[in-house]
């Protein structure tokens, strides 16, 4: 089906379920209970769960396949989301006007990047994206462009926004005044019940999201499985054997740099598509970084890793980061009174605003003791279960196997 | 027919001559072999004739085409194969990838963006590169990642990888360097049956001597980048100069 093979199929049928239940999954523990704060079904984090799984899906395209490290993936985040609010501004509230518009602009300074940066290989590479990304960064927040053509563009500073004043050509008079898709506002819920103390949110914009995440992981699905993917995979192992086998290796690289541009620029208007505005801090060079820490995560190169380590980070900066002090108390009461303090002084460094430090931690021993990521850890554990039936054994196809590159290639 | 026409080549690398006034044709269907001691420049020629380097003088022809200038993507497209002295293959990928990938080379051209296609449903590709596998009796060893193959086998399969283009011209870079004994006589006895079986030419550089004298039917002996004496191999044996470039004039 799809074009598929039975088992991707099936695992493509898993990943949609999950993605469509994502509310009712997210919420394990009804209101009220003391590990609610640990609930994650809320609107605005469950559409981050899904654009920045895009992101990390498309950077996997790029970094996973062809090994090519980029830093500056963030860039073109920022290029999709001003191309979605400029639409706002000229048009309407409509998304549907701004995303292609975002995928196409994103291509296009993906293509300008890529012609430079792919000239170089390695950690070279990885400094001149992040170069380019930060002279992006560093015109959209003077809003040197602007400055130029006598308008603002990138709106500097302060982000670029809808103001009363904006054209919005398009604007009926019975419209929203938020984003929506012909009608269908983003931030409204279109369900949201409560079964036995349980609430559940069913989202328009995480749905709309939704869908655009399982296209983007389809499209992904296929590139992996194609003639296509296999030479991407192919430069990364060797570029000397693929070019002595009468195959141009920069077009692949280009082209796979594109896309995964194009995935970043869909994220990045997807954020606008969520809360209309653009931020040049959306292009920092931290944001680049993080993709690479999501990728790696999860497990680059894998279908699935992206996806799992870009829902880890983003619940770990915003649930993780909301334990606080008082939070620790609650927990460690039932101890003695010195020992409860020492407990939570121990702990106090890790949470609330320590998230990155017990994020840090479980980076390093990701990375050094499941250099395949979080994936790898998973089959490690189903393997440990399946093992009385070892016949099976490895699965090539859906757990490559995995070299720790982080460190040890020599191109690093 | 001369498939490889080599002509006052000259290649300077500052103050070393690396080739001088290099002249080489090797005939079509024939197993050439380039010979000499350390130094002599064989790699130095190998490189010109893929495109790595760019000789300062001379012409190459392959086939009646300038090699000259063109890329080793372009140079492998018009049918020149190289073989390398450590193996060059897809580590990460299973042993039938690292097939495929040349049938499609062969198939698309340097480029293709046949990213909506599906590697399995390729039947031809598939079938053609299992039928390769099969003729360099690897068939078992198909899904195995190629970077756990011993040394022997992933030589074998590197000359599979280069044996699917299906190219005119096979270069090798000293094959058997490295090997142990059993490992070498395979190595020979693969190349004499490829050489029966297909229509191909195979230039080899080589240090082993054993090696070269149960292949080739002509051998040029290279010293100080400049080629002494081309004859068949039952000359090359005796002759004064090769012992002289080979054992140096003082024997």
């Known amino acids: 089906m799809f074009g598929l093979s039975k088992t991707d199929t099936r695992f493509l049928l898993i990943v949609i379920c ?12 009804p209101e009220g209970s003391g590990l609610a704060q640990f609930n994650a079904g809320y609107p605005d984090l469950m559409q981050r769960f899904a654009i920045f799984g895009i992101f990390a899906i498309g950077f996997n395209i790029l970094f996973g396949l062809t090994g090519y ?17 400029w639409m706002y501004k000229l048009l309407d509230y409509n998304v549907l006007w701004g995303l292609p518009l975002a995928i196409v602009v994103s291509g296009v300074f993906a293509l300008l990047i890529g012609i430079v940066s792919l000239r170089r290989t390695g950690i070279y590479f990885s400094i001149l994206t992040l170069a380019f990304a930060q002279m992006m960064f560093v015109i959209s927040y003077s809003d040197l462009l602007g400055r130029f053509v006598g308008t603002s563009i990138t709106n ?26 012909f009608g269908i506002v983003m931030r409204e819920n279109f369900w949201q019940p409560n079964i036995g103390g349980w609430e559940f949110t069913f989202n328009n914009g995480y749905y709309f999201c939704a869908v655009i995440a399982i296209l983007a992981f389809y499209l992904s699905l296929r590139i992996f499985r194609s003639p296509f993917g296999m030479m991407l995979r192919a430069i990364k192992t060797n570029q000397t054997r693929l070019n002595y086998t009468g195959l141009n290796t920069r077009p692949y690289t280009m082209a796979a740099f594109v896309i995964s541009g194009m995935y970043a620029g869909l994220a990045g208007g997807l954020l606008a598509a969520m809360d209309p505005l653009a931020g040049a801090e959306r292009m920092q060079w931290t944001a680049s970084g993080e993709v690479v820490l999501m990728t790696i995560l999860g497990g680059a190169g894998t279908l699935m890793g992206p996806v799992l380590g870009a829902g880890f980070i983003k619940y770990f900066e915003n649930i993780f980061s909301k334990i606080n002090d008082n ?13 409860e303090d020492f407990i939570v002084t121990i702990l106090h460094p890790f949470v609330g605003k320590g998230w990155h430090l017990t994020l840090g931690i479980l980076f390093m021993l990701v990375v050094i003791f499941l250099p395949g990521g979080l994936v790898e850890g998973g089959s490690r554990i189903m393997h440990f279960i399946k093992r009385d039936r070892k016949a099976k054994g490895r699965d090539p196809e859906h757990h490559p196997e995995h070299i720790a590159y982080v460190a040890e290639k020599e191109e690093f | 027919m001369s498939i490889l026409e080599v002509k006052n080549v000259n290649k300077r690398f500052g103050g070393l001559q690396a080739l001088g006034d290099v002249n080489l044709s090797v005939q079509e269907h024939s197993v050439h072999a380039i010979i000499g001691p350390n130094g002599a420049g064989k790699s130095t020629l190998l490189n010109v004739l893929v495109g790595k380097l760019i000789p300062d003088t001379g012409s190459v022809m392959f086939d009646g085409q300038s090699v000259l200038g063109r890329k080793p993507h372009e140079i492998n497209q018009m049918g020149i194969s190289r073989v390398f002295q450590t193996p060059e293959i897809f580590g990460d990928l299973t042993v039938k990838e690292n097939v495929l990938i040349p049938c499609f080379a062969k198939r698309d051209g340097a480029f293709r963006m046949h990213a909506f296609e599906t590697v399995a449903n390729e039947k031809a590709i598939n079938e053609q590169a299992e039928a390769m596998l099969e003729d360099v009796n690897m068939l078992d060893k198909l899904d195995m990642p190629a970077e756990s193959l011993s040394r022997g086998d992933k030589r074998r399969l590197e000359i599979a990888m280069c044996l699917s283009q299906q190219p005119r011209l096979l270069l090798l870079d000293e094959p058997t360097a490295g090997m142990a004994r059993a490992d070498t006589n395979n190595t020979i006895d693969l190349l004499k049956e490829i050489h029966e079986k297909r229509d191909i030419t195979i230039a080899i550089i080589e240090h082993d001597m054993h090696v070269v004298f149960s292949l080739a039917q002509r051998i040029t002996v290279l010293a100080q980048g400049t080629p002494l004496v081309e004859d068949t191999p039952d000359n090359i044996k005796g002759h004064p100069k090769v012992r002289e470039a080979y054992l140096g004039e003082a024997h």
Request: glycine fraction near 12%; hydrophobic fraction near 45%.
């Open chain 1, 18 to 29: 999950l993605t469509l239940a994502t509310p009712i999954l997210l919420q394990p523990f």
């Open chain 1, 69 to 85: 490290l980029s830093f500056g993936h963030a860039a073109f985040l920022g290029v999709g989301s001003y191309s979605v609010v």
């Open chain 1, 156 to 181: 500097g500073e302060t982000g670029l926004q809808v103001y009363t004043s904006d054209p919005q050509v398009l604007l009926g008079a019975t419209e929203p005044n938020v984003p929506h898709l």
């Open chain 1, 327 to 339: 939070v620790l108390h609650g927990w460690f009461a039932w101890m003695p009174d010195g020992l």
